[in-house]
């Protein structure tokens, strides 16, 4: 695990955006594996930039998504389809069709789950899964609990996540209570995994996934087992790392 500080949020966007454009330049038939919510939006802006400066071609380059609300339609302002549309696929030359979300929609969800791991291995596997950390650990929507999940699953969103999410709604009660999330194991096998933290509130997370035990109770633990993680995280969500560990040789400062 390499741990990369950046000064704030739009430093540590900017790094992001030039990892996933390298992995663009070099591969570009790429699968990408994105991810929603306010971590990756500035790095998605800085694409968006890059693309329209005739640097980035999205032509060929594919997408599977970590989740998506259970009983959200692609159409809905707070789906992360439409975040994605919204936040990136709009502005880039990405083939709509080669972009995957789980379908919140799916009449089986247990089906839905299945199909979407089958998109994952037709697709060859994913080369750069971005991911952002929920407040408790989370990565994807994998909650804390007992167990690590392989594959797509159904999960039920704990408390702290539908309240930390409420500020995207217009109130706690319209947050939906599942969602279809890929399982650690589907996240695992990225080749290349990009971790994006920013902010106090995921100090503690950050600690506990890099330094803690490797535990389903703290979810992006598992990512200690992953030959290829590069984490960046600005300097309030290094805070405690920097307080704790006396690991500071790990950080990359630049
Ligand atoms: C989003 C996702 C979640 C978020 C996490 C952090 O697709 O899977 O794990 O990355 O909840 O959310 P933000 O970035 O809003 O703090």
């Not at 500080?5 to 570009?28: C, E, G, H, T, V």
């Not at 990136?88 to 995957?100: E, G, Q, S």
Request: aromatic content about 8%; some cysteine; glycine content about 8%.
């Amino acid at each position: 695990m390499k741990i990369y500080a950046a000064k704030d949020y739009n430093d540590m966007s900017r790094k992001a955006a030039n990892i996933i454009s390298a992995q663009i330049l070099l591969k570009p038939d790429a699968v990408l594996g994105l991810a929603t919510g306010s971590t990756p939006v500035g790095a998605y802006r800085q694409l968006i930039e890059k693309h329209e400066a005739g640097d980035l071609d999205f032509s060929r380059i594919h997408s599977v998504n970590l989740d998506e609300y259970k009983g959200l339609s692609g159409d809905h302002d707070q789906s992360y389809r439409y975040f994605m549309n919204h936040n990136l696929f709009d502005h880039v030359n990405i083939d709509k069709a080669n972009t995957n979300v789980p379908n919140g929609l799916a009449e089986d969800p247990e089906a839905e789950c299945k199909r979407y791991n089958h998109v994952i291995e037709e697709e060859g596997g994913i080369d750069l899964q971005l991911l952002g950390i929920g407040n408790n650990g989370h990565i994807g929507f994998n909650e804390p609990c007992d167990v690590f999940e392989k594959g797509t699953h159904v999960v039920t969103l704990t408390e702290e996540t539908r309240q930390s999410n409420a500020r995207f709604f217009t109130s706690i009660d319209e947050v939906p209570t599942h969602a279809l999330t890929m399982g650690v194991g589907n996240i695992m096998s990225a080749k290349k995994v990009l971790l994006l933290a920013s902010g106090e509130g995921k100090a503690k997370a950050l600690y506990e996934s890099c330094f803690g035990p490797v535990t389903p109770q703290v979810p992006a633990s598992v990512l200690q087992l992953h030959s290829d993680v590069v984490v960046i995280a600005d300097e309030a969500a290094l805070s405690l790392i920097r307080k704790n560990t006396g690991w500071e040789d790990m950080i990359y400062d630049n």
